[in-house]
């Protein structure tokens, strides 16, 4: 059983992630507005990986370099994962809120959880179970609060796919981290991605001097911030924790969603969406401390 602790420097990487990411389903419905979903996704990615590209030049130069074998997997797995996991997240948000988007895309750590036991050797305890299980919980009555009653959508199916999608990238992921530098790692995944998305780049040459400068404010934010900084962050904090531990932070993300589509998307969450959010909170923690127990 693992017993390290979480440092200071791990938390804020993982709260980093979150928040960004938790911003980012807002950030879509304002990129919607003009952009389609698959050109959307590309854009945001060319911009990402022009960002992590650019840090990759100042590692350090006596770091494990990342061999051809190794960097031609990134790319396959940044270019599979991330293009389903962004592309079906937008197709999704143009029929889904972006609070049930974030209900659905914070299951992932069942998901995660399961093929980390089977693929990674990664065990959970009972007291990870349980706080996975009051976890579902919380986010379950967020998605209550959200639309009323539990409907499921086309939308749905979307977001469905890429929550699997993310799942299997944090798994794939991982091998690599234990082994190289994780900037010089999401250089190379989110290079991937952006080249998976390629097909869509006469679209989003087309729509680019069409689209509002609000939505392409919003595109550009996308890039830079959930994408680069904050996948960034993620596999700084996915080298430090197991991936089943990691990925069930990802449950913090619904409040966070609920908060940030209330302030700018005027979708006014109920007072259950909130009490499943503070639900959904003490899960992570009763996860969080699992390890310890």
């Known amino acids: 059983m693992n017993t390290t602790p979480i440092t200071l420097k791990t938390k804020f990487a993982l709260g980093l992630a979150l928040t960004l990411w938790a911003s980012a389903f807002v950030g879509i419905r304002y990129g919607l507005v003009s952009y389609s979903p698959g050109p959307l996704a590309l854009f945001r990615f060319i911009i990402a990986s022009f960002c992590l590209l650019i840090l990759c030049i100042r590692l350090p130069k006596n770091r494990q370099k990342i061999n051809g ?68 919980f919380g986010v379950t009555l967020i998605m209550l609060g959200q639309s009323g009653a539990l409907k499921f959508e086309t ?87 197991s991936a089943s531990r990691t990925m069930n932070f990802i449950y913090v993300m619904p409040l966070m969603t609920t908060i940030m589509g209330w302030i700018f998307l005027g979708e006014v969450p109920a007072l259950m969406a909130l009490i499943g959010g503070l639900v959904a909170l003490v899960g992570v923690w009763v996860v969080s401390c699992s390890d310890r127990i």
């Not at 997240?89 to 974030?102: C, M, R």
């Not at 991605?193 to 509002?212: C, D, K, N, T, W």
């Open 69 to 136: 074998k190794d960097l031609c997997w990134l790319l396959v797995i940044g270019a599979i994962t991330l293009s389903i996991y962004h592309v079906c997240l937008n197709y999704g948000e143009l029929t889904v809120s972006s609070g049930i988007a974030s209900f659905i895309i914070s299951q992932s750590p069942v998901i995660t959880t399961l093929l980390a036991i089977l693929f990674l050797g990664e065990r959970i305890n009972v007291y990870g179970i349980l706080g996975l299980l009051i976890s579902v």
């Open 155 to 241: 939308g749905c199916l979307f977001v469905l796919a890429s929550t699997v999608s993310g799942s299997v990238f944090s798994v794939l992921q991982k091998h690599f981290l234990k082994k190289y530098h994780s900037i010089e790692v999401t250089a190379y995944v989110v290079l991937g991605g952006a080249i998976g998305m390629l097909f869509y780049l006469p679209r989003l040459i087309h729509e680019m001097p069409l689209a509002s400068t609000k939505a392409t404010i919003a595109t550009v934010y996308l890039g830079i911030f959930p994408a680069g900084i904050a996948y960034l962050a993620w596999s700084y904090a996915l080298s430090k924790l």
